[in-house]
């Protein structure tokens, strides 16, 4: 029986199947993504803001869209979108970290079916959830809030027209969407605790509170800067859970937001050079508030902490 002739892959093969040639091609479909999706319309929108556009006429204005940034629409849109942003850091940090630390206990059964329930409304889109949440805060007196309201002795509350609950609906609707998210966060973090820390600390005698404080809480630092982070991120770039409530306008400016402000400016009004000057700010605004979150958690320092 003859031998079947070994051949050599080609020169093309060999250079692809390279050490140093793999890593890139694995790597690629990011780089690709990152400079298509990403860096392409940052530097196209950089450029659109120096520009007034119009149908069929594009012409360089230079630091006029600017000068109309910064103006009292512009200013409560950053003034509700800042409070929204504290509101969520604190919620959807503190709340997923303690039920995290639930799950994870022992006191806790079906841990399961609970881990898997809470991540429930992640998989929901923002904007079936908010027109959930739109009905069951409705004014009518019918509505289930307002049901709640009328029990406990109070009037039916006009939600969608005040804005101390204007900012209570984005914030629930924010919080019942990405606490699943975040618990799991946590969870994950904390399966990465030793338990001979645990040991260690019940043969010193210490309490499931000293516990908490010297071993869980600490370890978890560096997840809980992830998470505080992103939110921060994710609050600046809220759109969905005030258009679900309003659409383009809400009464005073309630449920304005600033992405919302660059939709209405750059879409609405048909105004892209203004909207793309809006957004280059509130890249800046994101990019120097999750710097300093950054060196206020000492993400910057070296040790081994």
């Given at each position: 029986m003859e031998k079947t002739a070994y051949k050599e892959p080609n020169k093309f093969l060999r250079f692809l199947n390279s050490k140093k040639v793999v890593p890139y091609i694995f790597v690629s479909?990011?780089?690709?993504?990152?400079?298509?999706?990403?860096?392409y319309p940052a530097i196209h929108g950089i450029i659109m803001s120096f520009?007034?556009?119009?149908?069929?006429?594009?012409?360089?204005?230079?630091?006029?869209?600017?000068?109309?940034?910064?103006?009292?629409?512009?200013?409560?849109?950053l003034s509700n979108t800042t409070i929204y942003v504290i509101l969520t850091v604190?919620?959807?940090t503190l709340i997923p970290m303690l039920l995290a630390i639930l799950l994870n206990s022992k006191?806790?059964?079906?841990?399961?079916?609970?881990?898997?329930s809470i991540f429930i409304p992640a998989l929901t889109s923002t904007i079936v959830g908010g027109m959930?949440?739109?009905?069951?805060?409705?004014?009518?007196?019918?509505?289930?809030?307002?049901?709640?309201?009328?029990?406990?002795?109070?009037?039916?509350?006009?939600?969608?027209?005040?804005?101390w609950s204007a900012m209570f609906l984005m914030v629930i609707l924010a919080s019942w969407r990405w606490i699943g998210v975040n618990v799991l966060y946590f969870l994950a973090q904390l399966q990465n605790i030793s338990d001979e820390l645990y040991e260690a600390a019940d043969i010193d005698g210490a309490s499931a509170f000293q516990?908490?404080?010297?071993?869980?809480?600490?370890?978890?630092?560096?997840?809980?800067?992830?998470?505080?982070t992103i939110t921060i991120i994710n609050g600046f770039r809220m759109f969905e859970e005030s258009f679900v409530f309003?659409?383009?306008?809400?009464?005073?400016?309630?449920?304005l937001t600033v992405v919302g402000y660059i939709y209405q400016q750059g879409i609405g009004q048909n105004d892209m050079g203004?909207?793309?000057?809006?957004?280059?700010?509130?890249?800046l605004i994101i990019f120097v508030i999750s710097i300093i979150n950054l060196i206020a958690t000492g993400t910057f320092k070296r040790g081994d902490e």
């Amino acid at each position: 029986m003859e031998k079947t002739a070994y051949k050599e892959p080609n020169k093309f093969l060999r250079f692809l199947n390279s050490k140093k040639v793999v890593p890139y091609i694995f790597v690629s479909p990011f780089i690709l993504s990152f400079l298509i999706l990403t860096l392409y319309p940052a530097i196209h929108g950089i450029i659109m803001s120096f520009q007034s556009i119009l149908p069929g006429q594009v012409e360089f204005i230079g630091l006029k869209n600017y000068e109309r940034v910064f103006n009292p629409n512009f200013y409560k849109a950053l003034s509700n979108t800042t409070i929204y942003v504290i509101l969520t850091v604190i919620i959807l940090t503190l709340i997923p970290m303690l039920l995290a630390i639930l799950l994870n206990s022992k006191l806790v059964k079906f841990k399961t079916l609970f881990r898997a329930s809470i991540f429930i409304p992640a998989l929901t889109s923002t904007i079936v959830g908010g027109m959930i949440f739109r009905l069951m805060f409705s004014e009518a007196d019918s509505s289930v809030a307002n049901q709640i309201v009328n029990f406990l002795g109070m009037e039916s509350i006009d939600w969608r027209y005040n804005a101390w609950s204007a900012m209570f609906l984005m914030v629930i609707l924010a919080s019942w969407r990405w606490i699943g998210v975040n618990v799991l966060y946590f969870l994950a973090q904390l399966q990465n605790i030793s338990d001979e820390l645990y040991e260690a600390a019940d043969i010193d005698g210490a309490s499931a509170f000293q516990k908490l404080r010297y071993i869980t809480i600490p370890h978890l630092k560096p997840i809980t800067i992830f998470v505080s982070t992103i939110t921060i991120i994710n609050g600046f770039r809220m759109f969905e859970e005030s258009f679900v409530f309003w659409e383009t306008s809400s009464p005073g400016n309630i449920g304005l937001t600033v992405v919302g402000y660059i939709y209405q400016q750059g879409i609405g009004q048909n105004d892209m050079g203004f909207g793309s000057a809006i957004g280059v700010v509130l890249m800046l605004i994101i990019f120097v508030i999750s710097i300093i979150n950054l060196i206020a958690t000492g993400t910057f320092k070296r040790g081994d902490e």
